[in-house]
């Protein structure tokens, strides 16, 4: 397959979690920035009303990558293949995987099945660009900010033969360049706020317009306060319903490495 | 029986073993029978770290993991974590007892200003002193506690791992090892369980391994190789490369004198390489669940 010629703008979300609310200000926001966009992958996950995410995603026309939640819910499997390793996170992780599940129409099943585990690019300048959901090798590998040194990034790209890489998957935006002026970008999540207590969600911008790729993170604020009500009334757990309200994360913290934990409230 | 290969797919975590066999504690199911006087294995000198730091950064390391016996009888452990963090994440597995005021001011000056997390593991292995104290040696409780709150104190967040005995994963274990956290003044309490090998003194306690105690071609192909450690970490002593932290007693755990030597694959046909296919090597709990379906 061919790789898509983009221009020097590329806007870059993922993890929209069911906001639909945060969905529809992203790319409001989004397209007066960049004429192009893509999605990282997880529609579904702590909100509510999956079908709306799924549907907005495909009205709109973005290009998406599969998460691991699109795959398993497209392949009707029974867990959310988040990758958490503790059972406090797998609760959770269960219980807003199941809700997704089952309010998600077979047509939207079928078709998160079929989105591409990754999209390659090509920059204005001939960068080559990955996008991926997790990591390039895993769908559900988390790339932590504070667990990805220089060198071991570097050997994802050399891996993957790309200049750019860009994932989703933690929810905590970060980006690094290497040395050698290659980037790695962490888009964050729209779908619920960065465990820093602010109430609203960030995306990326790349910017390949200048000598060296860069990548700027942008806030979207939306009516938080309107999706809560709408949580409530699905009756979705009340702690995912505090995050979205207080910009804090109550839960899947233990997968948090120690740097990404002590800066949230629990 | 042929044991199957793990290939091997690259060093995501290269484990150090930085004090040797050499430990204060003398814990009953130590898998690598750990303890005061043992001379087993050399501890590595901080120019020795420093130099498979670099080999491990060729390698595109994504983490270093110390551990022992007990890695602050080295006297220069701050120091090696400090000379890791300004490069790769880093996780010292202690028994806490030897986290004075002093050590740790000495790990907060070589952490600050790193990208990069420092993990703290504090074996602990019950909720209760006695319990605890039975397994570890008399005073072992305390003291490590201890430890922990200071960390807490300097701002790192401690993670306490118990080996998981029996009944020793159950919700109402891990809530009461929370509860003795929190009272104990540490907010964030993080608790792993870690799955028991029945080799080093803990074969004497409890009889080793049966002989179909295995992993066989089908298993390994059913799992998946990536899911085991030793598909991605080796372990560095001062006899050399170990294929992993757990086989170290055995002789045919020895992968070469260089890390470069030992990045082939390894046969897994040791009763200890069933544990952690059952329950993965290290804390990974819910791996746990996946693969007991």
């Not at chain 2, 000198?45 to 551990?67: H, W």
């Not at chain 2, 952490?111 to 570890?136: C, K, Q, W």
């Not at chain 2, 003194?201 to 002989?211: D, L, T």
């Amino acid at each position: 397959m061919g790789e898509r010629v983009v221009s020097d703008r590329v806007a870059l979300f993922g993890g929209v979690y069911n906001n639909h609310l945060a969905l529809a200000a992203l790319l409001d926001d989004a397209s007066s920035r960049a004429p192009e966009i893509f999605c990282l992958g997880d529609v579904g996950a702590f909100g509510p009303h999956p079908d709306r995410s799924v549907e907005i995603l495909r009205e709109a026309g973005v290009p998406i990558v599969q998460g691991n939640y699109d795959r398993s819910v497209g392949l009707r499997r029974g867990d959310c293949a988040c990758g958490y390793t503790d059972p406090r996170d797998n609760h959770f992780a269960g219980l807003s995987y199941a809700y997704t599940f089952r309010n998600t129409s077979e047509r939207n099943k079928d078709f998160l099945a079929t989105l591409p585990e990754t999209i390659r690019l090509r920059g204005p300048g001939g960068e080559r660009i990955l996008l991926c959901h997790g990591s390039p090798r895993r769908q559900n590998e988390f790339l932590w900010e504070s667990l990805s040194p220089d060198p071991f990034l570097a050997r994802l790209l050399d891996d993957t033969r790309c200049d750019i890489l860009a994932v989703t998957h933690t929810g905590i935006p970060w980006k690094r360049r290497l040395p050698d002026g290659r980037v790695v970008v962490n888009v964050g999540a729209i779908g619920r706020p960065a465990n820093d207590g602010q109430t609203h969600v960030w995306y990326a911008v790349l910017d390949l317009s200048g000598e060296a790729p860069d990548a700027t993170f942008l806030p979207i604020r939306y009516d938080h306060e309107r999706l809560a009500e709408e949580m409530r009334a699905e009756r979705i757990v009340e702690p995912f319903v505090k995050t979205i309200e207080t910009g804090w994360w109550t839960t899947c913290l233990e997968i948090l490495p120690a740097k990404e934990r002590a800066r949230g409230m629990y | 029986m042929n044991a199957p290969d793990c290939p091997f797919l690259g060093l995501d975590s290269l484990w150090i073993q930085v004090a040797g066999l050499s430990c204060n504690l003398r814990c009953a199911h130590c898998f690598n029978a750990s303890g005061p006087g043992n001379r087993e294995m050399p501890s590595l000198a901080r120019a020795e770290v420093k130099s498979l730091l670099d080999r491990a950064e060729v390698a595109g390391v994504r983490d270093i993991v110390f551990t022992g016996g007990e890695p602050f009888l080295h006297p220069d452990m701050a120091e090696i974590a400090g000379d890791t963090l300004s490069r790769f994440p880093a996780t010292i597995l202690t028994n806490g007892t030897l986290l004075t005021k002093r050590v740790i001011e000495r790990l907060s000056a070589a952490a600050r200003g790193s990208t990069y997390s420092l993990e703290v593991r504090i074996s602990l292995d019950a909720p209760s002193e006695e319990e605890n104290d039975r397994i570890r040696g008399k005073g072992s409780f305390e003291r490590a506690l201890a430890g922990a709150v200071r960390l807490e104190k300097a701002g790192f967040l401690p993670i306490l791992t118990a080996v998981r005995s029996e009944e020793g994963s159950a919700p109402e274990t891990l809530e009461a090892f929370e509860s003795l956290l929190r009272e104990r003044g540490i907010r964030k309490s993080r608790v792993k369980f870690l799955p028991v090998f029945r080799i080093g003194r803990e074969e004497n306690r409890s009889g080793g391994y049966q002989q179909d105690e295995r992993v066989t071609a089908e298993m390994l192909e059913l799992l998946g190789p990536e899911q085991l450690l030793c598909s991605t970490a080796r372990m560095a002593t001062g006899r050399g490369v170990w294929v992993c932290p757990i086989l170290v007693n055995e002789p045919g755990g020895r992968m070469g004198d260089t890390l470069e030597e030992s990045f082939r694959p390894f046969p897994l046909a040791y009763g200890a390489c069933s544990t952690c296919y059952r329950h993965g090597a290290v804390c990974a709990n819910a791996a746990t669940a996946v693969r007991e379906e």
